[in-house]
Structures are given as C-alpha cells and as structure tokens.
C-alpha cells in the first residue's frame, strides 16, 4: 500500500508489514514500559502465531514516522482490516449503511490491539520528539486513506489525550464504556470489602465461600509459575468458551504458548482446577499501575467461579502488586456490584467522505449524550459506602 506523502520533507512515513522490521528497543522507547499490549513483544507475539496476519481479516501495516537521520520519532501499531471484528468498538451499522449506497466500506485503517479492548497508547511519540509529531501521523493516516480510496481509518482504545488530540485535529470522537476498579490504597481485600455497603459486602464474602467450598482449587500463576500443560488447558477452555459464545477464536494455541515463553512476567493466570481437571481459567497482562483482564474460558457452569476468576482474584493481585487499577475488559454492568465503576473509553474516526463523514458525526453527537447520561446513572448505582463510617449490617459476619 502506497504511504502518505502529504508531509514536511525532512520526515519519512512508511507503513510496515512486520513488526520485526521496526527494532524492538526504537518501538519500545516510544511505547514505554507501562502497557505490555502495546509492546513490541505482543505485538510480534500476535504475527508470529498467526492469530494476525493471512486469512485473519487483521493484516498489519504499522506506521512510522522517522526524521531525516532515520531516528523513529513516531509509531502507530496499525491494521488493514477486511471485516470489523475482534474491535470491540462496533462500526457494522455504519458498513451497512455505506455499502446500501454501492460503496466499499472494507478494508478500512485500523489502529488498535487485536482483540483487545484495553485503553492505551496508540499514537506512540519518542520522548522529546518535535512538537507536532502526533499530528503529523494523524495527517499521514488521512493521506494514506485518500491515496489508496479507503473508506475510513479508526483508531479504538486510545488515551484520553490521544482522543482530543484527535478531536482537535477534525476526527470523529466517540465515547464508550468500561467497567474498572481502582486502589483506594486497600491493604488487603478485606480493606476493600470494608469500602463496600453491608448488603454488597455481605454478597461478595457469600459469592467468593461458595467457591471456597465448591471443592474447587484455584491457582494464581505468573512468572516461573506458568508450565505448558497450563497454556494447552487455558487454550481448551478459550477454545470452548468461543466456540460456545462467539462462534470465532481470534487467538491460536501458539499465541498463548508464547506469551508463556517470551513475557511470563507480564501474566497473571488464574485457573480453577476440578478434582484435577482444569475446568476454568482468566488470562490477565500486567501493566506498571494497572492489570487488565482480557480473556476467559471454562469446561461448564460452576456457580460464580467466574467472578472468583476475573473478579476477586484480579483485586487480590492488585492490592497485593500496589497496582492502581484492574480493567476488566469490554461490556458486564454486573460488574459494578463488585467494585468495578464505569470508566469512560474513547475512539477516533476518519471518514473520508465528507457526506458520509456529516452522517456518521451526527450519529455520533447524539450517541454521547446518551453514553454520557448512562454512564452517569450506572455510577449511582456504586456499591461503596455514602458514608465515611459503617453502616448497618457491617459488623463481623456480615
């Protein structure tokens, strides 16, 4: 695919079909240390097991940006997409309607980390870069859209001063949802469960006991903990869970042996084992200040494990790890019962069609509103204490 050239002569963009061609120390010192996703390791990690790549519908092409001495001042990781799958910020209305008018809406630009809907960097700028680096990519993106008649480029999950950055560059804005968890400075879990009111303090101790007296064993494994026998059973367990909910497993047996291999460190895995049977599991990445919870798999139904698993156990490694914050990943307003407050999550998007790009701003206005309305009554809806004190019922036993 032709790169965009609409930009001062002394840079050089280029879109790049392998990761491994940019050096994983440039991407790095651009990325930083604190989101493993946006790491050059996971990143390689997604084209060397094939979960991206030929017959994915995710083919990369990842944006540099570099100076007249080949110093990489900026990096996009970056898809040609063929469907929207795998997003998490759905867009199949708009490819509808753009295609009920005898246009193309596939393929698209997409800046994102496949399959996972986890807030972070995307427009990735070299420490003391050249003011104005950002949005040199920015103009770079729009130009590759014109010259090679795309229809949009879209950019999901990115940071709160990625997205007006963008909105202050012409781009769509739209705003989403999640649902997170954040350290209130709890020494314990149960600190945390003294933050809660009784009647949701009182839910939590029943959930995480039944579990506890289940029969069932639960195994918090990071680091040297984590064997290939754990990957092939966490791998069953995906593979039957998407195949039970979704119908589509992005992420290939290999993926998860490698993340084993390559960044052990950066994985919390819980799995919940059976009369030793594994029979469910909550892949987690480890961030600086924050865990984010990305995949699940289970065998069948055992009641609440999957809360233990993806829920508590995450707030445990949290307060244990002093992490600020456990981001839960995509949809579940049950959450919030369990401590997990909605957090806001942001997208930006290119359209190239200046009617079609009316229509979709549009939309987009309208559905802030009601996003922002929504997320403010879901946040009524806190479990936490009103009150600095206890309240009734929160007493030993409750």
Known sequence: MPDGRDLPSSLTLRLVPHIAEVGADEWDTLAGPDNPTVSHAFLRLLEESGSVGKGTGWTPQ???????????LGAMPLYLKSHSYGEYVFDHAWAAAWERAGRDYYPKLQSAVPFTPVTGPRLLVRPQAPEGTAEAMLRGLEQIARTNGLSSVHVTFPTAAEYDLAGRAGWLQRLGR???????????????????SARKRKAVRRE????????????SLTGDALRPEHWDAFHRLYMATSDRKWGWAYLTRDFFHRLGTVMPDRVLLVLAEDGGRWVGGALNLIGTDTLYGRNWGSAGEYPFLHFEACYYRAIDFAIARGLKRVEAGAQGEHKIQRGYLPSPTYSVHHIVDRGFRRAVADFLERERATETEETALLAAESPYRKDGGDDAGGREGA
Not at 62 to 72: E, K, V
């Open 62 to 72: 990842h944006l540099t940006l570099r100076d007249g001495a080949g110093t990489l």
């Open 178 to 196: 999640q649902f997170h968890w954040e350290n209130r400075g709890y020494g314990s879990f149960d600190d945390f469960l003294g933050a809660l």
């Open 208 to 219: 995480r006991r039944e579990v506890a007296e289940s029969g069932l064993v639960l195994h």
